[in-house]
């Protein structure tokens, strides 16, 4: 049974918590203890209930330990009962009120990590399952408890199929079991698996047989369920009346332990191995059986979530009486707040007509100065991006001809002049922006524009344009300055909602975005805040940088 490691460790758990729980100075909360006392008795839904109600008596007397205790007991409740999403979540709550620095809490952290490192495994996470068993294992006090962690860790790498790292635990864990025990033979177990799944060839049955020998000797009904259907599984090609022989063995085992999830993978082994007569009862029952699991674990779902409806509607109400209590106390008080509100409000009255002559003229040189960082980046995006694409236009076209370098040096000054007005004309602005693009592209550097069509800029305002061209001009000079990146991609992407306009490069990228913010990069953010639109910069995965921006299409004015 492959998931024996872990029924085990919970069965192991539900012992040591509801017996030996960690004992503390503060021992004050009722619910605390009946919620144990119920999992004793085995009514699971009453002990939810009751650690549920002991969390919000800690919540109160600002226990965080007794918060995350209560938290890490419901997440095992949920767990045996199925939930497994439902768990986690709890489970992952009581991290946040068990104190690693504090060693009362180690006990607790431990049980949790394995709970969580239990869920993960079953929900087929196995690198995160991994991670919690370390945790567990890092936090747990009780060499047994360390010895279940230590195995759950080995075959959740076997899972994983990191069969080496598998096998190096396990055999680093076998001498220090005692032979004959329990834990040697579920040790020895596990590891001839690793060894047979890391080598097809290798012949685990010796040691399997020996794991068998000991554990029905110790009667350990889970520890045979697993050696079974081991064997099940090893002689299933090789000798099927030998797998067949053992999935009966396991089946049976699985029945006199009650086990659901056991007796499903058994009759899973039993239906391809019997006769077709016999494989069609199987069939059935394994259709029951698993019908009945899914149903009863949907009902305990549903049963932990009523139980957390209920309990908060009764604290809801609770609080709502006790709001109403203390508005009535506190009618009075009002009285006397509204005439301080009065007198305040005729202070702050006083206080703000003197004021205001100091506000006016900080307003006035506060508009002096953003006009005047307006023309900055003007400045900024005309004249100082557009001598450099000049620069680069040359670069890259050493033919180029002075007529238009003349006229390019034109434009620039056209530009320049209009600043002042904030007008520049955008004429053809579709080949404009392409050959933009273009005079980027060289031998070195090749710049990709991938979707741009002459629709792209239907609909979008002239403003909005002119503020894209110097946006992407601007990327444009940056990735020519730093990036050293030898392919960029332009892609453009246009709905009825946004235009879209996706840069990626393979060059250096950028580290540490925020302490290298230049003023073209300040600029960039804020046209494109300006213009409610929305840009990212990410690192490319496969290197160099991603840079996506977003605009409302609908937008008129910048």
């Given at each position: ?149 230590t195995t759950n860790l ?37 590891l001839a698996l690793a ?138 008080i009002k009285q006397y ?222």
């Open positions: 049974m492959k998931n024996f490691p872990l029924l085990l460790f919970l069965f192991l758990l539900i012992i040591s918590c509801s017996k030996n729980p960690p004992k503390e100075k503060k021992e004050t909360n009722a619910f605390y203890e009946k919620a144990f006392d119920y999992k004793e008795e085995g009514k699971t839904d009453s002990s939810f209930l009751y650690f549920y109600k002991a969390k919000d008596v800690f919540f109160q007397q600002k226990d965080s330990f007794g918060i995350g205790k209560c938290l890490a007991n419901l997440a095992i409740i949920q767990e045996t009962k199925g939930d497994y999403f439902g768990s986690q979540e709890t489970g992952l709550s009581a991290l946040k009120y068990l104190n690693e620095n504090n060693t009362l809490n180690h006990t607790y952290l431990s049980i949790n990590y394995n709970t969580l490192g239990m869920l993960s495994s079953k929900l087929k996470d196995y690198k995160k399952a991994i991670e919690f068993y370390k945790k567990a294992i890092s936090f747990s006090q009780d060499s047994i408890n360390k010895n279940i962690y080995a075959n959740n790498y076997r899972r994983n199929k990191n069969y080496k790292t598998a096998i190096e635990i396990l055999s680093y864990s076998l001498p220090k079991a005692s032979e004959n025990s329990n834990s040697y033979s579920r040790i020895l177990d596990n060894k047979y799944l890391e080598n097809p060839n290798y012949n685990p049955v010796p040691e399997y047989q020996k794991a068998l020998k000991i554990r029905l000797n110790e009667k350990d009904n889970w520890g045979l369920n697993s050696t079974y259907a081991h064997l099940s599984d090893y002689y299933t090609e090789k000798e099927p009346d030998s797998a067949l022989f053992y999935a009966h063995k396991m089946y049976a085992v699985a029945k006199e332990l009650q086990s659901p999830d056991d007796q499903m993978e058994a009759l899973q082994k039993l239906i391809p191995l019997d006769n077709l007569q016999n494989s069609k009862k199987y069939f059935k029952i394994y259709q029951n059986l698993s019908d009945s699991v899914q149903t009863a674990r949907n009902k305990a779902k549903n049963q932990f979530a009523m139980i957390r409806y209920e309990t908060e509607k009764n604290k809801t109400s609770l609080l709502a009486a006790k709001a109403e209590s203390t508005e009535r106390q506190n009618h009075i707040i509204i005439i301080g509100v009065i007198i305040t409000i005729l202070i702050v009255l006083v206080l703000w007509f003197t004021k205001r002559q100091q506000r006016l003229q900080q307003e006035k040189l506060l508009e002096i100065k953003n006009t005047e960082l307006k023309y900055s980046k003007k400045v900024h995006d005309v004249v100082a991006n557009g001598l450099y694409h000049t620069m680069i236009e040359i670069e890259n076209q050493p033919d180029l001809d002075k007529e238009k370098i003349l006229n390019r040096i034109e434009k620039m000054y056209e530009e320049s002049r209009d600043i002042a007005h904030n007008r520049i004309p955008e004429k053809d602005f579709y080949s404009r922006f392409s050959m933009m693009i273009n005079s980027y592209s060289s031998q070195n550097q090749r710049i990709l524009a991938v979707g741009y069509k002459k629709d792209i800029w239907e609909n979008i305002s002239d403003n909005v344009q002119s503020e894209l061209y110097y946006i992407i001009r601007e990327i444009l000079v940056n990735m020519k300055k730093h990036s050293k990146a030898t392919l960029v991609s332009l892609k453009f992407e246009k709905n009825k909602k946004n235009i879209t306009i996706k840069y990626t490069d393979n060059g250096v990228g950028i580290n540490n975005l925020e302490n290298k913010k230049g003023t073209g990069i300040r600029n960039t953010e804020n046209r494109i805040e300006v213009m409610r639109g929305d840009i990212i910069f990410e690192k490319n995965p496969n290197g160099g940088l991603i840079i996506q921006i977003t605009i409302p299409t609908h937008l008129k004015y910048v």
